[in-house]
């Protein structure tokens, strides 16, 4: 990824561990960055630490109309976003399938791959449009193998943002626009 021209990243799950050190290794190269994170106290602590290059932008990633805000704020505040990391991610919560209850299995998937998706629907096209940016989808170790049992949940949303980042690799590529996987583990 070349950030040579980059001025503005947008870091869901931005708050804190691996987004925070993102963030904070994005600014380091010069960009804006604008923080998006679901636990308000800790994002506006954050961003105040950090100065004026930070911004914190309060998200459920899980929902859409949440993403269209964010991104017309941060895009007011800091300018079109060029490099966008989706990074928000829960933990497994170590249930095996037939054990597990329908409303965890769905909050699971719901943040760890369909809100990989919002941020794509929020950002892709206008970045299409400029033929320039870059999406950075966090996945994990367990999108590509399962190595433990009761991950169930989890590992489908992983293997699911390989997926997704993969045909979204393909369709912007011939646009300009570049497309990563993190694969932390």
């Known amino acids: 990824m070349d950030l040579s021209q980059a001025r503005h990243a947008f870091v869901s799950g931005g ?3 691996l987004g925070l050190g993102i963030a904070d290794a994005l600014a380091a190269r010069g960009l804006a960055v604008t923080l998006a994170d679901i636990d308000a106290e800790t994002l506006a602590s954050v961003a105040a630490e ?5 911004r914190g ?3 459920d990633t899980r929902d859409r109309e949440g993403w269209e805000r964010a991104r017309a704020e941060a895009e007011a505040a800091f300018g079109p976003v060029d ?3 989706n990074n928000a991610s829960i933990a497994p919560n170590w249930l095996e399938l037939a054990d597990m209850p329908p409303e ?3 909050r699971i998937v719901s943040i760890n ?3 990989v998706y ?11 449009a400029r033929s320039a940016g870059h999406i950075v989808n966090t996945s994990s ?19 699911g943002v390989m997926a997704l980042s993969e045909a979204l690799r393909l369709e912007l590529a011939p646009h300009g626009v570049g497309v990563s996987v993190l694969c932390p583990g």
């Open 57 to 59: 932008q309060v998200l």
């Open 83 to 85: 490099v966008l990391i």
């Open 113 to 115: 791959l369909t809100g």
């Open 118 to 128: 919002n941020g794509v629907w929020a950002f892709a096209a206008a970045m299409r």
């Open 50 to 54: 950090r100065g004026e290059r930070f």
């Open 141 to 159: 170790q367990a999108g590509l193998s399962i190595s433990a049992p009761r991950i169930g949940p989890y590992a489908v949303a992983k293997y």
């Open 104 to 106: 965890s299995f769905d």
């Open 15 to 17: 708050a804190s561990g």
